[in-house]
């Protein structure tokens, strides 16, 4: 694939290869039926559904081929896009860190954790400050 060059999933031509001459680099176990009767058939599959269904192989893997190169080209366009935007991977990684943290503080879970600390809080101040009026009183009373 050319440089630039973006796929169209729905152009009549979206099996053209990269050389425009209609067909994809095929797979070597699936070019000239390589795959064909040096491999003995399963049990009640005749010679022409094998047939049939190589051929069937073979345009599945021409698909696959061309999904992986669109596939690249919208990665490329994506980088490019992302690249013009200012947006590098850094600032990425910080807007995906704080939509995450986002997500995390209006969760359920945080939310009734929070409420728990924040309780467990305010018994340990409680505690804490009843300790240290009977320290007081201890003290004064030792004077």
């Not at 919208?74 to 490019?80: A, F, G, L």
């Not at 850094?90 to 359920?108: I, W």
């Amino acid at each position: 694939m050319e440089p630039g060059q973006d796929i169209n999933l729905n152009s009549p031509n979206k099996a053209v290869g990269v050389d425009g001459a209609g067909s994809l680099d095929m797979p070597a176990h699936v070019e000239g039926g390589a795959m064909g009767s040096s491999n003995p058939l399963p049990p009640g599959l005749t010679e022409e559904e094998a047939e049939e269904l190589r051929t069937e192989l073979a345009k599945v893997e021409d698909e696959i081929i061309t999904l992986r190169q669109v596939l690249a080209a919208k990665e490329r366009h994506s980088t490019e896009l992302k690249r013009k935007l200012g947006l590098s991977p850094l600032v990425e990684l910080k807007q995906n860190l704080s939509k995450t943290l986002q997500d995390v503080q209006t969760s359920n879970a945080y939310k009734k954790t929070q409420e728990t600390l924040s309780q467990a809080g305010q018994k340990t101040t409680a505690a804490l400050s009843t300790m240290s009026t009977a320290i007081r009183k201890g003290l004064g009373d030792m004077r």
